[in-house]
Structures are given as structure tokens and as C-alpha cells.
């Protein structure tokens, strides 16, 4: 069964660096999106893509963040200046973009940043 | 922004039991989800709702997507040790396909 794949499964980075998270969607799905979790904390999300441009975004994907499709099967997000309110598990999902009401969020492993 | 209330927000019971846990708002979500995440995991899609009123099984679990569009249940009937995990709901409104994550159930099971 196809999956949404994450590299690398851990990063950890000094404050100010800048980090880039990978991300691969399934493969035949056309939206993709960016979650984090802090630490014992709920879902939240990020921000999604469709078409090669942001289709929505929350109030937390500032302009430290951006997201970039390079080819064919990556989707990546970056953060310029990292801070130590970064430090959190980021999942990136995807779905085929069919009608929202019926589109299905699938998503990956994460990846656990640490800021310090 | 929308809200999920997400309640309880921890279980512990014995292994046969049976688990219930909801998720309230106080907007209306076209889409209700129940998502299982393992710890050091992502979430794992559960069971999927996108009628009001609809009711939906998986297996053991069964999950219900509230007449009014702002509430949902999922149920586990007889629990078992691998039951045990964080439990979110998460719901999509009209505005974009963005998911509205509860703050998690988690469930420990004894054997």
C-alpha cells in the first residue's frame, strides 16, 4: 500500500539555522499539506498545497516558513531562522483532491525537529 | 478558528472492555475523521465520516458523525493491549480541506 514517506526522521539544529523537512506524497495524490505537533500537544496545521502554489495557511506559517514542490515526488518545507518554539514533530500528508468533502488526508511518520 | 473538544483525555481499563470517546464543536464540520497515532508515529487514519447521521464500523471500532455536524463518537468494543495509543478526532470544514484536530484521547489497556 502506498505511503507518505519523511526524511530525515530526526533533525536536530542549532537556533537561527535554517532546517529543510522532505517529504514524498503518495504518488497519484495532488494535495499536500504540513501538520506539527509540539510535545504532548494536538495536531495543527500548517499549511496546504495544490497546484504548485499555497492553497491555505494558518496563522503559525509565518514568513520563517515556505514550502517548495522541486520535481515530481518531493515536497519540502523550510524554516529560515529556527526557533525554540519549533522544536516539534512535523507530518506531512497528502490526499488525491477530490471533492473536500470526501478527500482523505493521508499521512507520514514525521519528522522530530529539535531547536537548541 | 474552529475548536474540537475532545473528551476523555486519557482512559485505562482492563483488556474486554468496551471504550467510547467523543468529539463536540461548536462549529459545523463537513467531515468527520478518527485518527490512532503510536507514540513516535503519525496518525493512522481510523475511520472516515462524511454524512451527518452516518454510522460506520472498522472492524471493532465504530465511529458516528453527529445529526447536527458537530459532534462524533468512535467506539471500540472489546479492547485488547494493541488498542492502546493517542486517539484524535479531526474534522473538515467548508472553508478548504485544512484538518480541526481534537486534543487526543490516549488509551491504556491492561492486559
Known amino acids: 500500500e502506498p505511503e507518505v514517506t519523511q526524511t530525515p526522521s530526526h533533525q536536530v539544529t542549532q537556533m537561527g539555522q535554517e532546517v529543510i523537512l522532505r517529504c514524498v506524497p503518495i504518488?497519484?495524490?495532488?494535495?499536500f499539506y504540513w501538520y506539527r505537533q509540539i510535545l504532548g500537544q494536538k495536531v495543527e496545521f500548517l499549511v496546504s498545497?495544490?497546484?504548485?502554489?499555497?492553497?491555505?495557511k494558518s496563522e503559525i506559517f509565518d514568513d520563517q516558513f515556505s514550502v517548495e514542490r522541486p520535481d515530481g515526488s518531493n515536497f519540502t518545507l523550510k524554516i529560515r531562522s529556527t526557533k525554540l518554539e519549533d522544536s516539534a514533530m512535523y507530518f506531512c500528508?497528502?490526499?488525491?483532491?477530490?471533492?473536500?468533502?470526501?478527500?482523505?488526508?493521508?499521512f507520514g511518520p514525521g519528522t522530530r525537529l529539535t531547536v537548541l | 478558528g474552529q475548536q474540537l473538544n475532545q473528551s476523555p483525555q486519557s482512559m485505562f481499563i482492563q483488556e474486554g472492555e468496551d471504550v467510547s470517546m467523543n468529539c463536540t464543536s461548536s462549529?459545523?464540520?463537513?467531515?468527520w475523521l478518527w485518527y490512532k497515532q503510536d507514540p513516535g508515529e503519525g496518525p493512522v487514519l481510523l475511520i472516515a465520516?462524511?454524512?451527518?447521521?452516518e454510522l460506520t464500523s472498522n472492524g471493532r471500532l465504530t465511529a458516528q458523525f453527529g445529526i447536527t455536524r458537530k459532534d462524533s463518537f468512535l467506539n471500540i468494543s472489546a479492547s485488547i493491549p494493541s488498542d492502546v495509543g493517542i486517539y484524535f478526532c479531526?474534522?473538515?470544514?467548508?472553508?478548504?480541506?485544512?484538518?480541526?484536530f481534537g486534543g487526543g484521547t490516549r488509551l491504556m489497556v491492561k492486559p
Open positions: 504518488s497519484n495524490h495532488l494535495y
Open positions: 462549529s459545523i464540520f463537513n467531515t
Open positions: 465520516l462524511y454524512k451527518a447521521g
Open positions: 479531526a474534522g473538515q470544514g467548508n472553508a478548504g480541506n485544512m484538518l480541526t
Open positions: 498545497f495544490y497546484n504548485n502554489e499555497i492553497s491555505e
Open positions: 500528508a497528502s490526499s488525491r483532491g477530490e471533492l473536500a468533502s470526501t478527500d482523505t488526508q493521508y
